[in-house]
T-cell receptor, first 112, second 114 residues
Framework: EADIYQTPRYLVIGTGKKITLECSQT?????MYWYQQDPGMELHLIHY???????EKGDLSSESTVSRIRTEHFPLTLESARPSHTSQYLC???????????FGPGTRLLVL | KNQVEQSPQSLIILEGKNCTLQCNYTVSPFSNLRWYKQDTGRGPVSLTI?????NTKSNGRYTATLDADTKQSSLHITASQLSDSASYIC?????????????FGRGTQLTVWP
């Protein structure tokens, strides 16, 4: 089992609400990632970080933002949730030079 | 365009039977290929990783093969168990960027029946 955690596991909220999805890892990995995955579809990279104070946008355009103030913590924030944000969000981390990514259990988000 | 295609999209087999899942990719330049297992409601877990020079790798009842010339990989599951029911995702990494860009297939949904 990888030491990477996501909370909440499930979230149902109304349109317009601000939400933060938490992701923490205790493996000391420099790199962290956020993916979005719809049912039956491939994972799409939305954000990644090389280390503290480093954040980059991924391939899939996303209205979410991320921050990396501490190595172990990589939260994702949606300022104003919309139904189109309904999806599963997966956080991952990897060690520089090894590159195998370890995934958290995911957060299933439903925006009404 | 860099792509990863998996087949079949879904597969149902009886417990104890073997099966083979396919992955074709067009990613270039190629760095490595991974197979992940994703249980329903969970994050993917790495099963195997193969580089250009490796053509087979085993992890218990899972055996992955790679043909870098034809850009094909397969994952063979032997003596399937109910716990093998999951989505199996093929992931190819390029070496054209510092990040080591990952390209994900849509997965094969495997269901093992008793």
């Amino acid at each position: 089992e990888a030491d990477i955690y996501q909370t909440p596991r499930y979230l149902v909220i109304g349109t317009g609400k601000k939400i933060t999805l938490e992701c923490s890892q205790t493996m000391g990995h420099d790199k962290m990632y956020w993916y979005q995955q719809d049912p039956g579809m491939e994972l799409h990279l939305i954000h990644y970080s090389y280390g503290v104070n480093s954040t980059e946008k991924g391939d899939l355009s996303s209205e979410s933002t991320v921050s990396r103030i501490r190595t172990e913590h990589f939260p994702l924030t949606l300022e104003s949730a919309r139904p189109s944000h309904t999806s599963q969000y997966l956080c991952a981390s990897s060690e520089t030079g090894v590159e195998t990514q370890y995934f958290g259990p995911g957060t299933r988000l439903l925006v009404l | 365009k860099n792509q990863v295609e998996q087949s079949p999209q879904s597969l149902i087999i009886l417990e104890g039977k073997n099966c083979t899942l396919q992955c074709n990719y067009t990613v270039s330049p190629f760095s490595n290929l991974r197979w992940y297992k994703q249980d329903t409601g969970r994050g993917p877990v790495s099963l195997t990783i193969m580089t250009f020079s490796e053509n087979t790798k085993s992890n218990g009842r899972y055996t992955a093969t790679l043909d870098a010339d034809t850009k094909q990989s397969s994952l063979h599951i032997t003596a399937s168990q109910l716990s093998d029911s999951a989505s199996y995702i093929c992931v190819v990494s390029d070496r054209g960027s510092t990040l080591g860009r990952l390209y994900f297939g849509r997965g094969t949904q495997l269901t093992v029946w008793p």
